[in-house]
């Protein structure tokens, strides 16, 4: 298939050709966009852009995968037939030549496209008895039971926090690189790390899931740190507002497009025609939404969220998960990692997951999902995207916050001085009293003459005078 967006961009934005390089490089993904983890920004992706194609999955026959099974390695080995032009997307790929009755044990019923057979055979997901061991399905009863991830057969582990600076992200892939770029074969791998270098990895979540609010996710995200001159801190989908039927621009999509840095990479669209993905769609009510997707392979596409929610399995697993899925133009190899935007909000709705081939289908995981466990995860205070109203809001407190402190300072210093007696023939005290009182919210002072000449011998006691002494020194005495 066509490569639409396998471009070099100075400043990555949604849908960007990345790559990984651990002693080797990898297969391409699309890169999300950027997100804030504690205000500090981040590139994000998918887990599986750092697994590379592994040998033993082709020379076993015991452990070669099922043509219904969902790849989640990265690969596109030639040696592996299942495997082959799936690039670094994993999918649910169903080879041509595979038994139609297998389908069931791989794909729920209600997934939607060519689901309405009645002679198809239906299955209760809930316990998959036909495909598990008794401690496969004790693992399965202990994720149901609980809100953290436990460890399930198919579990990759994540790259820890600091642990990911030697895996290096380039922009874009060496896949997608011109072949003549390199002037040699043999220097080519360090050529490309020299000349295209994004980041590196800060954090990964493997390939594991996680029950939330009673659906079992699969949970697969990449956070990459991103290289100064090469980060765009707001996100941008190339075409996006080609899915607005509001012609008018936002304000906040406004100021967005103001604080873009320069160069903005875009190619066959206009700036007019940007949009900049600030929200983030609730997971509970995905189903029937109309969004669209940038990514590395489909460049931009439309699509339809399904009604309901798909039970899926992932090669390796020996049981089942819950996905929303999308019926559309995007989700082939290498479009893995590309966010999904509801159209016309600018809320992220997911990122894409896997690839059905049979039905055309794509799998994503919602992106609330994700990012809750980023920061469960990353044990973060505060995780969003850049120009949201939830930024908004905390630098709001924040910077209301940092006012409030000044204040009280000043409220504290203005109290010390009255305290000393200090009095500037420069400035009237009782102006100064009086403007205080007001600002506090206080009723005025008012006083009388007679009050005024029963306070004057305290205020007396409280004048300094300065003398001229021996030697000319000055001396400071208090006059009764």
Not at 161 to 183: H, K, M, N, W
Not at 198 to 213: F, P
Not at 316 to 331: E, L, P, Y
Not at 421 to 437: L, N, P
Request: overall charge negative; aromatic content about 6%; hydrophobic content about 35%.
């Amino acid at each position: 298939m066509q490569v639409n967006n396998p471009f070099h961009q100075q400043r990555p934005v949604c849908g960007a050709s990345i790559g990984a390089f651990r002693g080797e490089h990898l297969p391409p993904v699309s890169y999300g966009g950027v997100i804030l983890v504690d205000d500090e920004p981040l590139g994000m992706s998918v887990h599986h852009l750092l697994d590379a194609p592994s040998d033993d999955e082709s020379d076993s026959e015991d452990e070669a995968p099922s043509p219904n099974d969902a790849i989640l390695s990265s690969a596109n080995a030639s040696t592996n037939h299942w495997l082959m032009a799936m690039g670094s997307q994993p999918g649910v790929q169903v080879a041509p030549e595979s038994p139609v009755p297998m389908w069931e044990l791989e794909i729920s019923d209600d997934e939607g496209p060519n689901s309405s057979n009645d002679d198809q055979t239906s299955f209760d997901f809930s316990s998959d008895s036909e495909l598990d061991s008794d401690d496969e399905s004790e693992e399965d009863e202990e994720l149901a039971d609980s809100s953290t991830s436990r460890v399930t057969v198919g579990d990759i582990e994540g790259i820890e926090l600091g642990d990911g600076e030697e895996i290096r992200i380039t922009q874009p892939a060496i896949d997608d690189v011109e072949d003549d770029f390199f002037p040699s074969e043999e220097d080519r791998d360090d050529d490309h790390l020299d000349s295209h270098e994004l980041g590196h990895v800060h954090a990964s979540s493997g390939i594991r899931r996680w029950k939330r609010d009673g659906v079992v996710h699969e949970i697969d995200w990449a956070l990459l740190k991103l290289n100064e001159d090469r980060l765009q801190p707001y996100n941008l989908v190339q075409g996006g507002r080609r899915f607005c039927f509001n012609r008018i621009i936002e304000q906040d999509q406004r100021e967005i497009s103001a604080k873009l840095e320069h160069p903005v990479s875009r190619r066959h669209y206009t700036p007019e025609e940007d949009e900049y993905p600030n929200g983030v769609a609730s997971a509970d009510s995905l189903g029937g939404l109309n969004v669209h997707c940038f990514g590395r392979t489909t460049g931009l596409q439309g699509g339809m969220v399904g009604s309901a929610m798909s039970s899926v399995r992932i090669y390796r697993r020996k049981t089942f998960s819950r996905s929303w899925h999308v019926a559309g133009g995007f989700g082939v190899g290498g479009d893995s990692g590309a966010w999904v935007i509801q159209n016309g909000s600018h809320r992220v709705v997911g990122h894409v997951l896997a690839w059905c081939e049979r039905n055309h289908i794509a799998y994503i995981c919602p992106m609330e999902v994700l990012l809750e466990d980023i920061k469960r995860t990353l044990k973060a205070k505060r995780i969003y995207l850049p120009g949201s109203s939830e930024e908004a809001r905390f630098h709001a407190r924040y910077k209301k916050a940092i006012l409030g402190k000044e204040d009280s300072a000043v409220e504290e210093l203005e109290c010390a001085v009255e305290g000393l007696g200090i009095v500037d023939s420069a400035v009237d005290i009782t102006q100064a009293m009086a403007a205080r009182r007001s600002r506090l919210g206080l009723p005025p002072l008012t006083t009388s003459g007679e009050s005024d000449k029963e306070n004057l011998p305290v205020l007396r006691s409280r004048v300094i005078k300065v003398k001229e002494g021996r030697g000319g020194q000055l001396e400071m005495v208090g006059v009764p």
